[in-house]
C-alpha cells in the first residue's frame, strides 16, 4: 500500500440516499442528485462521476509525466471515459474502464510515453492497479 507523505488537498463530500440520492461538496462547488445507471431519472451516477475525476486526474499526471520527457501535452486533449459497472462469477460487481486519449500532434511514441508515465504517477492510476481492468486507447 503506498502512504501519504504529506497531504497536500482533502475533498469533503456529503452523501444520502444511495444511488438514488445526492452528494455534495462542503465547499458547495458539487451538489448533485444521483440516479441508478440506466433508469432515465434525473441525476448523474458514481460511474459518470468516477469517470471524469479520472480523466482529469490522468490529464494532470500526462502534463507532469512529460516534463522530464520535454513533451508539453497539446492545450486540445482530450480524454473520454467508459466506466462498466457488471457483475462477476461470485455474484458480486466489479469495475473495468477505459480511457481513450487524444493527443493531437504529437508523434505516436511521444503520445504513448505520456500516456505509460501519466499511468505509472496518477493516483487513480495507482488505486486501480490489480484491482480493476483499466485499458487505454491512444488517438
Not at 440520492?21 to 459518470?48: A, F, H, I
Not at 495507482?126 to 483499466?134: L, P, S
Request: with cysteine; hydrophobic share 35%.
Amino acid at each position: 500500500m503506498r502512504t501519504i507523505e504529506k497531504i497536500v488537498y482533502t475533498a469533503h463530500t456529503h452523501t444520502a440516499g444511495g444511488r438514488e440520492g445526492w452528494g455534495k461538496s462542503s465547499d458547495d462547488q458539487l451538489d448533485v442528485k444521483l440516479s441508478t445507471p440506466g433508469s432515465s431519472k434525473p441525476g448523474t451516477n458514481p460511474e459518470q462521476l468516477f469517470g471524469i475525476g479520472y480523466a482529469a486526474c490522468f490529464m494532470g499526471a500526462m502534463r507532469r509525466a512529460g516534463v522530464p520527457l520535454g513533451i508539453r501535452v497539446p492545450d486540445e486533449v482530450s480524454i473520454d471515459a467508459d466506466v462498466s459497472l457488471g457483475t462477476t462469477a461470485d455474484q458480486g460487481f466489479a469495475l473495468a474502464v477505459k480511457l481513450t486519449i487524444n493527443l493531437p500532434g504529437l508523434e505516436t511514441e511521444q503520445k504513448k510515453q505520456l500516456v505509460d508515465g501519466a499511468h505509472q504517477i496518477c493516483p487513480y492510476s495507482h488505486a486501480t492497479r490489480g484491482n480493476i481492468d483499466v485499458r487505454f486507447e491512444i488517438l
